[in-house]
């Protein structure tokens, strides 16, 4: 961020408003319809946890969900409300995050500590009249002694309550943590949401940019702020490229699209790179499956080929392995498929 003091995330995007600060939620109607109905019939849970993929509006439609509950429940018009709520000032709301060092930077997981304190601002008396709310963004953060002190707090929630937790994989949380949640499973938006979304952030954005930001969010929202910041004819373009026809290539070429790539793994670019890779083999099954039994070995071929890009992947991000390495073995295998493939592919 080009100022610190307006950053309140550690992954927080430059120019990108954070949840908070946005009054509109665009996708998951059914999910926040479903829950304001059961606040209109007064069978709110005491625990929410909002799940799915990362980047595609969790977060602000928690905060949507607050805002409908703390104007639903309290003494102040919505709008008052929701200047609080972007400016995080209202007394009756506690947002949870990785919390800033001294220094620069933000700790790596949400600590114990910062639970204790919470669980004591909530044993004090409540700034306004209404429910109270919790948005834990996001759980995952949690480290096993603050996921089991949370746990406690969730075992004997504090009356009038809502705890909103946030979670990008529900599969790795503490079982005792789901149970004690009504679960909701949100999906990637269509299209024409992230579209809509891209454009309200930032208006005036030239349009080829924004189809190609579409294009490679995949219903995730972040994703596509993401894209329309990098460059359009950097390695990412390039990569296109080499797989519209690896084959045609020289053994060599791959080597530098790796190089570029590999230079800062941790870079969106290099996130979307694996993610263009990823599509260009699940396209390549999916045409091998529609050619019918012609093209079996092509098929064969691109699920081993699958497979062996995902170990590969895995195999880089948990033993932390060389990420130049692992793409000139990735591009040497799907080179070596589209040149046996396309000598065996009937005429």
């Not at 406690?152 to 149970?179: D, M, N, V, Y």
């Not at 060599?252 to 790796?258: E, F, G, I, M, R």
Request: include cysteine; glycine fraction near 6%.
């Amino acid at each position: 961020m080009s100022d610190g003091a307006d950053q309140r995330e550690p992954d927080q995007l430059d120019g990108v408003p954070p949840p908070e600060q946005r009054d509109w939620v665009i996708g998951h109607e059914a999910a926040r319809t479903a829950l304001a109905e059961r606040l209109t019939a007064e069978r709110m849970p005491s625990a929410v946890l909002l799940h799915g993929p990362q980047g595609i509006g969790k977060a602000t439609l928690a905060f949507a969900m607050a805002r409908d509950l703390l104007s639903g429940t309290g003494d102040e018009d919505p709008h008052r409300v929701a200047e609080q709520v972007a400016a995080g000032s209202h007394p009756n709301l506690y947002v949870l995050r990785k919390q800033p060092k001294d220094g620069k930077g933000f700790y790596t997981v949400i600590r114990v500590d910062d639970i204790r304190e919470l669980r004591e601002r909530m044993r004090k008396t409540r700034g306004r009249t209404g429910y109270r709310v919790a948005i834990i963004d996001s759980i995952d953060d949690c480290n096993a002694n603050s996921a089991n002190a949370l746990l406690k707090t969730l075992e004997e929630p504090p009356a009038e309550t809502l705890f909103l937790l946030i979670s990008h994989r529900p599969g790795q949380l503490l079982p005792t943590i789901k149970s004690r949640c009504h679960t909701v499973a949100l999906r990637p938006v269509t299209d024409d949401a992230v579209r809509e979304v891209l454009t309200r952030t930032a208006p005036g954005v030239d349009s080829v940019l924004l189809e190609t930001a579409v294009a490679l969010a995949h219903g995730r929202p972040r994703r596509g702020f993401e894209a329309l910041a990098m460059s359009n004819d950097g390695a990412l373009s390039a990569l296109k490229g080499w797989l519209r026809d690896p084959a045609s290539h020289p053994p060599v070429a791959h080597l530098s699209l790796a190089d570029a790539l590999a230079a800062d793994p941790a870079s969106a670019e290099a996130s979307f790179g694996r993610d263009v890779i990823i599509e260009w083999m699940a396209e390549e099954a999916r045409s091998a499956a529609l050619a019918g039994t012609g093209a079996y070995a092509r098929l064969a071929s691109a699920n081993e080929l699958w497979d062996k890009a995902h170990a590969l992947f895995t195999d880089a991000d948990d033993l932390n392995l060389d990420a130049r390495q692992t793409l000139v073995i990735i591009f040497d295998a799907i080179r070596k498929h589209a040149r046996r493939t396309s000598q065996t592919e009937p005429q």
